[in-house]
Every structure is written in structure tokens, then in C-alpha cells.
């Protein structure tokens, strides 16, 4: 698949799966906008990617705010001329017992996890719409959405909006032509892939723990031009572990 001038905007990129996105986007030759609130790792990230030949550009973002999402935006158009894909991955995690989390806790997870999608997503299409773009967006969800461990139920509820809102706007945005997919992830490892046990990987029925680069592939295929009839679907990459039933011993 071949990305070369695609325009590419990507929150939460500064680091885990949103860089290995970044990178493999900005690999396949698109221009790519990198959107973080962690500045110094997100030039670092846009640095990277100039060095390996790539075209990228970092805005410090905090995905939280709807003005800092549509300066997003703003400075990508500025910068290369329109937007053809946005990727929603910025997202944070808080596990805590339902009787000890706050409203302030609540607000601020769903806030950067859904809140975002919905802000993001807006003003992206905005551009696509007003420049006539055939435009493709992915919301990064989780297997958590449909499934869940204790102590989970703002990054659950989070998730779960995600999932909701994706379909939601894929229905709203169709007429422009935009399509809006989601792709829910199960255990993927951002930090380190070679400390993982044989247990880990053995436990999933394709025989290994996910990675960046498996969602970052997803993404090109969702939004591969010519895959124009997949839209309002989520991806579960999981490695099967949905599918699985499991016992205690």
C-alpha cells in the first residue's frame, strides 16, 4: 500500500503505538502530522522520522482542549495543504476501584479517551469536507470496550464510547465522503517486546503478543483508498484472545 503525499494526522504519537503508526505511515511516503502533549518526545519522534527519509511535523497538542485540537489542525494545513486520514489514538488509562474514583478522575479519562475522538474527528472532516476530500478516519478502541477486569470502568466506558461513536459518524460523514472505522486492540507491548514470557505469547491463539506495528497496519489497510467499501466497522486485534474461553485450573 502506498501512502506517498497522503496527508496523515495522528494524536498520541509521541510515543507506544501512535509512534509506530507515525512511522510506518511516514514509511509507506505520506506527510505526517504528529500531535502530543509530551513535547520533547514528540520532536523527538518527528525527528526520527525526517532522519529515516520521512516527511513529519510535531504539534503540541493536548487533546483535552478543543482550541489546541483545531490549532491541530490548523497547522497541518498550513503546513501541507489539507488532511486525508486522522488517527485518534491518543488516550490514557486509569485503573481504580469504582469506590475510590472521582468525578474529576472520570471526567478527565473520557475527556482525552472519547471527548477527543469526537473534536478531533469534527474539525478533521471540517477540511475534508470544505477541500472535497475523499478522507478515511480510525478511532483507536480496545478489546476492553466489549470485555473487562476489575477497576475498569472509565477506560471501559471510555472505550466503549469510542466503538459507539465511530459507527455514529460513520453514518453522519458517508454523504461527505468519509469513512470512519475503529480498531480495537487487545495486549499490544510498547516497551519491552523481549521481556515477555513464553506464557505470554503462548496464551493467544496466534502464538505471540501483539506490537505497534500490527496496529499501524491495520491502520493502512482501513484506510487504503481502495478498501472505499469498509467503513462504520471495527477491527478487533487481539490475536484471538476474544474468541477464547478460559477456565481456572
Known amino acids: 500500500m502506498s501512502f506517498k503525499n497522503k496527508v496523515v494526522v495522528i494524536t498520541g504519537?509521541?510515543?507506544?503505538?501512535?509512534?509506530?503508526?507515525?512511522?510506518?505511515?511516514?514509511?509507506?511516503?505520506?506527510?505526517?502530522?504528529?500531535?502530543?502533549?509530551?513535547?520533547?518526545?514528540?520532536?523527538?519522534?518527528?525527528?526520527?522520522?525526517?532522519?529515516?527519509?520521512g516527511t513529519a511535523l510535531f504539534v503540541t497538542c493536548d487533546v483535552r482542549s478543543e482550541e489546541e485540537i483545531q490549532k491541530l489542525m490548523a497547522a497541518t494545513v498550513e503546513e501541507f495543504g489539507t488532511i486525508d486520514i486522522l488517527i485518534n489514538n491518543a488516550g490514557v488509562s486509569r485503573f481504580k476501584s469504582l469506590f475510590e474514583l472521582t468525578v474529576d478522575e472520570w471526567d478527565d479519562l473520557l475527556n482525552t479517551n472519547a471527548r477527543s475522538c469526537f473534536l478531533?474527528?469534527?474539525?478533521?472532516?471540517?477540511?475534508?469536507?470544505?477541500?472535497?476530500?475523499?478522507?478515511?478516519?480510525?478511532?483507536?478502541?480496545?478489546?476492553?470496550?466489549?470485555?473487562?477486569?476489575?477497576?475498569?470502568?472509565?477506560?471501559?466506558?471510555?472505550?466503549?464510547a469510542i466503538l459507539a461513536l465511530s459507527h455514529a459518524m460513520a453514518i453522519s460523514l458517508g454523504k461527505d465522503g468519509?469513512?470512519?472505522?475503529?480498531i480495537s486492540p487487545g495486549w499490544i507491548e510498547t516497551h519491552d517486546y523481549d521481556a515477555l514470557s513464553t506464557?505470554?505469547?503462548?496464551?493467544?491463539?496466534?502464538?505471540?503478543?501483539?506490537?505497534p506495528e500490527d496496529?499501524?497496519?491495520?491502520?493502512?489497510?482501513?484506510?487504503?483508498?481502495?478498501?472505499?467499501?469498509?467503513?462504520g466497522t471495527n477491527v478487533v486485534l487481539d490475536g484471538g484472545m476474544t474468541r477464547k474461553m478460559m477456565y481456572e485450573e
Open 178 to 182: 468519509i469513512r470512519v472505522n475503529s
Open 199 to 211: 506464557i505470554d505469547h503462548e496464551q493467544h491463539p496466534s502464538g505471540r503478543v501483539g506490537t
Open 120 to 160: 478531533a474527528t469534527r474539525e478533521a472532516a471540517k477540511i475534508m469536507k470544505s477541500q472535497g476530500t475523499r478522507g478515511s478516519i480510525v478511532n483507536i478502541s480496545s478489546t476492553r470496550s466489549m470485555m473487562s477486569e476489575p477497576d475498569s470502568e472509565a477506560y471501559a466506558a471510555s472505550k466503549g
Open 13 to 53: 504519537a509521541a510515543q507506544g503505538i501512535g509512534q509506530g503508526i507515525a512511522h510506518m505511515y511516514a514509511s509507506r511516503g505520506a506527510r505526517v502530522t504528529i500531535g502530543d502533549v509530551d513535547a520533547d518526545k514528540g520532536a523527538a519522534t518527528a525527528a526520527n522520522i525526517r532522519r529515516e527519509g
Open 215 to 231: 496496529v499501524a497496519r491495520a491502520c493502512l489497510y482501513l484506510t487504503d483508498p481502495d478498501n472505499s467499501f469498509i467503513t
